[in-house]
């Protein structure tokens, strides 16, 4: 069992910067794909990038330039680096762990993110 806890969301200004963590608290993610996918409201949850174990990482072209994800798998934490924030980033965002086909064994709670002037 996994259990994911992300960390790092809040309130920051357009063209501003960020950094969100998601830590495994329990069980072993070494071997898993992971990803952070983002939600805002009325909207259906999109994916934000995705990281293979080894660390190579995809992204959408919505963020790609601008969202950089990384992993430390030692201290079993997966990061997502935002830059160049705008407004439209306002979501809350999830980490997933350990894609099987389609779908994702386990998931955070979530962080909220909030791009404001």
């Known amino acids: 069992q996994v259990h994911l806890v992300e960390s790092g969301g809040g309130l920051v200004q357009p063209g501003g910067s960020l950094t969100l963590s998601c830590t495994a608290s329990e069980g072993i993610i070494g071997s898993y794909t992971m990803g952070w996918y983002r939600q805002a409201p009325g909207k259906q949850r999109e994916p934000v990038g995705t990281?293979?174990?080894?660390?190579?990482?995809y992204y959408p072209n919505s963020v790609k330039g601008r969202f950089t994800i990384s992993r430390d798998n030692a201290k079993k934490t997966m990061y997502l680096q935002m830059n160049s924030l705008k407004p439209d980033d306002t979501a809350v965002y999830y980490c997933?762990?350990?894609?099987?086909?389609?779908?994702?064994?386990?998931w955070g709670q979530g962080t909220q993110v909030t791009v404001s002037s």
């Open positions: 990281i293979l174990s080894g660390g190579t990482a």
């Open positions: 997933a762990a350990d894609l099987s086909g389609d779908t994702w064994r386990y």
